[in-house]
């Protein structure tokens, strides 16, 4: 499976982004997926993850109430829509697949994308 997140860009404080996960390949509809980001000089965290259907969804306590993940299983597709953003969520946001157990430890993922810039200005 590739992924391709799409989405980032420059956008000023309190504003929002639709960030996009499309996979080729293979379908992941049975998988979790997760978004992590990394800004310079720091370790790459935890965002969100959602379960393979959808019914369960898990945040990093920095972004919950401003940020929902969601999926289009049909479109192979997961968003991550992110609202009042702040100037410290600035990074590079990736999105990945879970292979391991743990959803918020970057080690059980696999399938990293590329990445897209989200820059938040103050």
């Known amino acids: 499976v590739q992924l391709q997140a799409s989405g980032g860009g420059l956008v000023q404080a309190g504003g929002s982004l639709r960030l996009s996960c499309a996979a080729s390949?293979?379908?992941?509809?049975?998988?979790?997926m997760g978004w992590f980001r990394q800004a310079p000089g720091k370790e790459r965290e935890f965002v969100a993850a959602?379960?393979?259907?959808?019914?369960?969804?898990w945040y990093a306590d920095s972004v919950k109430g401003r940020f929902t993940i969601s999926r289009d299983n049909a479109k192979n597709t997961v968003y991550l829509q992110m609202n009042s953003l702040k100037p410290e969520d600035t990074a590079v946001y990736y999105c990945?697949?879970?292979?391991?157990?743990?959803?918020?430890?970057?080690?059980?993922?696999?399938?990293w994308g590329q990445g897209t810039q989200v820059t938040v200005s103050s």
């Open positions: 959602i379960s393979w259907n959808g019914g369960s969804t």
């Open positions: 390949g293979r379908t992941f509809s049975g998988y979790t």
């Open positions: 990945a697949v879970l292979t391991g157990i743990t959803y918020y430890y970057t080690g059980s993922y696999d399938n």
